[in-house]
């Protein structure tokens, strides 16, 4: 089975909920929490993953380090591996575990063509440095990055089945559930992935960071699924075949 699920935070319980089937492979939309502290509260919630005997995959939120970081950090502790016909990085003592290129990447889920992009804007950013509280300054898609994604899509024809996301093209980003509408807020990734949600062929996208939960169609028809916090669990594959 494959499922996609919203932002856990570190919640591990929140799994408790959803009656995923073992040996699954479970899609986190970022803001995962296995990366945030960076201490032993992450170690604990990982190996807290490891009771539901599935593979999680982890799409990176703003709220979390880049995979990579880690890896150049902790080369005796961590991997780059071939997963899905791509690259991916894991951690040795959680295999079960396994995190998305820090840029964007095509991978392969169940026959499923799948372009991932992770990162986000942190609005919160100024509490947490206020606080101490972990920020990481490379948490959103560089420019190069943004144009290193549009010469991949170019390569593949601009033609995918399935696009995991943080954040979400600005179209279509819940603003009538904001509490308020800064207009400081960094929104570079929200228009680039409005520019490539126009021109991709896809047939579902699926994004969390806004904490609820929504469906909704494109102008030509095609899925975006927002979802929310720890809930609202999505099997694709049977999404795809009644949708």
């Known amino acids: ?5 919203g932002d856990l935070h570190g919640q591990s319980r929140l799994l408790d909920n959803f009656n995923i089937e073992p040996k699954s492979t479970v899609i986190c939309l970022g803001d995962f929490g296995a990366n945030f502290y960076l201490n032993h509260y ?3 919630f990982k190996q807290d993953l490891k009771k539901y005997d ?3 995959f982890v799409v990176r939120g703003n709220h979390e380090i880049r995979p990579s970081r ?3 950090d902790f080369p005796d502790k961590w991997e780059k591996i071939e997963y899905c016909g791509n690259g991916a990085y894991r951690e040795k003592e959680f295999p079960y575990i396994i995190y998305a290129l ?6 392969e889920f169940e026959g499923l063509k799948t372009l991932v992009m992770g990162g986000a804007y942190s609005i919160d950013k100024d509490v947490r440095l206020l606080r101490n509280w972990p920020w990481f300054p490379d948490e959103q898609m560089s420019e190069e990055e943004m144009a290193a994604a549009t010469a991949l899509l170019e390569k593949n024809d601009w033609t995918v089945d399935l696009v995991l996301t943080h954040t979400a093209p600005s179209a279509f980003e819940p603003v009538d559930s904001f509490i308020s509408f800064r207009k400081d ?5 929200e228009v680039f992935f409005d520019r490539v949600e126009r021109l991709l062929n896809y047939r579902l996208w699926c994004f969390g960071h806004y904490h609820i939960f929504k ?5 030509d028809r095609k899925t975006l699924i927002m979802h929310s916090a720890g809930g609202e669990k999505i099997d694709i594959k049977k999404f795809l075949e009644e949708w």
Do not use: G, K, P, W
């Open 215 to 219: 469906i909704m169609r494109s102008e």
């Open 42 to 44: 992450d170690s604990i």
């Open 70 to 72: 880690m890896m150049n």
């Open 102 to 107: 820090d840029e964007a990447a095509i991978y």
């Open 54 to 56: 599935c593979t999680f």
């Open 185 to 189: 807020v960094d929104r570079s990734m």
């Open 1 to 5: 089975m494959l499922y996609t699920i």
